[in-house]
C-alpha cells in the first residue's frame, strides 16, 4: 500500500513537473508574442517619425501623381513635408572645401507663408513665417539695394565665374506650400522680387495645404518664380535602391518641366539629405547645381551640387546678417 502510494507520488511529481514546464513554455511563448509586434510596431513608427509625424498638419499620405512614370513601387505614396526642425542639417557629410570661385550670395529658405495665428491652429509655426513679418523683409530687401537673382543665376555665375550683381540674394521656397502662391507672391510682385520654388511634384494638388498645377503655373506667368527639383516625394536621395533615388529626380524633373516649360538641372535635398552618390546621380543626369541647409553664405564652385543656405524665421532680415 505504502509502495503503491509512493508510486503514485512518483508519477505526480513527474506530471507536475511536465505541467510546470509547459506552463512555463506557454507564458513565455506569450510574452514573445505579444512583444515581438510591439516591437515591431514601435520600430516602424520611429522610421515614420523620422519623415512624417515633425510635419504638422500636412496631409500624411496621399496618391501621388506619378504621370507617364517609367518604373512603378508597389506602396509608393507621395509624402507632403518639409524639412523637420530635428532632423535639420542632418546627414551632412564632410565640411566643405571652399576653392574655386567663390562669391557672398545668402540664399533665404523659406517654408510657409502665412499669417502666425493660422500657423498655430494648423500646428505650422515651426516651418511659418508670418506673411506681415515676410511682407517687412521683402521691403528690406527692395530698399536696401538688394538684388534677387535666380538659383540658376547663382549656379551659371559659380559656373562661369562670371560677377553677379552687388547685394545679390536668392530667395527659396521649399514643397509647394498653397500659402506661397496666396501670401508671398503678391508681396514678390509688389517689390519685383525673384524667388525659387523649390518643388516637389508629386506633392503638387495632392491635399488643400499645397500648391495645385494651375497655380505653379501662375507663379510661372508672373515672370518671378524659377524652379529646382525637390523630388517627386519629397524622398531622402541619400537613402533607398538607386531605382528609387532615380525615379524621384527624374519624375519631378518631367513633371515640372511639362507644368512650367523650364529645364530643370538644379536640384534641392529634401530634408537637406544627400551623400557622394546622390550628387553623383545628379550629376550624371546633367544636373549643374544643388542646394544643401548647410548655414552660410559664401557659396564656392568646389560645392556647387550642395550649396549653401540660411534658414529664415520670424525676426528681421538683419537678425540673419543681411
Ligand atoms: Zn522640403
Known amino acids: 500500500m505504502a509502495k503503491k502510494h509512493k508510486a503514485i507520488l512518483k508519477v505526480n511529481s513527474v506530471n507536475f513537473s511536465t505541467g510546470y514546464l509547459k506552463s512555463l513554455m506557454l507564458a513565455v511563448g506569450l510574452i514573445l508574442l505579444f512583444t515581438i509586434p510591439f516591437y515591431f510596431i514601435l520600430g516602424i513608427n520611429t522610421e515614420k517619425n523620422r519623415y512624417i ?10 496618391p501621388g501623381k506619378p504621370a507617364g512614370t517609367p518604373v512603378t513601387f508597389s506602396n509608393q505614396k507621395a509624402t507632403p513635408s518639409a524639412i523637420p526642425v530635428n532632423s535639420y542639417n542632418k546627414g551632412t557629410p564632410a565640411p566643405q572645401t571652399y576653392s574655386g570661385y567663390c562669391v557672398n550670395v545668402p540664399v533665404l529658405v523659406y517654408h510657409h507663408i502665412q499669417p502666425e495665428a493660422t500657423a498655430r491652429q494648423l500646428g505650422q509655426t515651426s516651418l511659418t513665417v508670418d506673411n506681415g513679418m ?3 523683409q521683402m521691403a528690406y530687401l527692395a530698399n536696401s539695394g538688394y538684388n534677387a537673382i535666380w538659383a540658376s543665376d547663382l549656379v551659371n555665375a559659380l559656373r562661369n565665374h562670371t560677377p553677379l550683381p552687388p547685394k545679390s540674394v536668392v530667395i527659396t521656397m521649399d514643397d509647394g506650400y498653397a500659402d506661397n502662391e496666396i501670401y508671398a507672391l503678391p508681396v514678390l510682385e509688389q517689390y519685383h522680387l525673384k524667388a525659387n520654388l523649390m518643388l516637389a511634384s508629386g506633392l503638387v494638388d495632392s491635399n488643400p495645404d499645397m500648391l495645385t498645377w494651375s497655380e505653379v503655373e501662375q507663379m510661372k506667368n508672373s515672370g518671378l518664380y524659377y524652379f529646382t527639383n525637390h523630388t517627386w516625394s519629397h524622398w531622402p536621395v541619400s537613402e533607398g535602391p ?5 525615379f524621384e529626380i527624374d519624375t519631378a524633373q ?3 518641366e511639362q507644368h512650367t516649360g523650364q529645364t530643370v538641372n538644379i536640384f534641392t535635398y529634401p530634408y537637406g539629405e544627400f551623400n557622394n552618390n546622390a550628387i ?6 546633367g544636373y549643374i547645381g544643388g542646394f544643401s541647409t548647410i548655414p552660410g553664405t559664401y ?3 568646389s560645392f556647387i551640387m550642395t550649396l549653401h543656405r540660411t534658414r529664415i524665421g520670424n525676426a528681421p532680415l538683419s537678425e540673419y546678417g543681411l
Open 53 to 62: 509625424n515633425h510635419i504638422p498638419n500636412v496631409v500624411k499620405s496621399n
Open 134 to 136: 515676410f511682407a517687412r
Open 242 to 246: 538607386q531605382s528609387k533615388i532615380n
Open 254 to 256: 518631367s513633371e515640372i
Open 280 to 285: 553623383q546621380t545628379l550629376i550624371s543626369r
Open 299 to 301: 557659396q564656392c564652385e
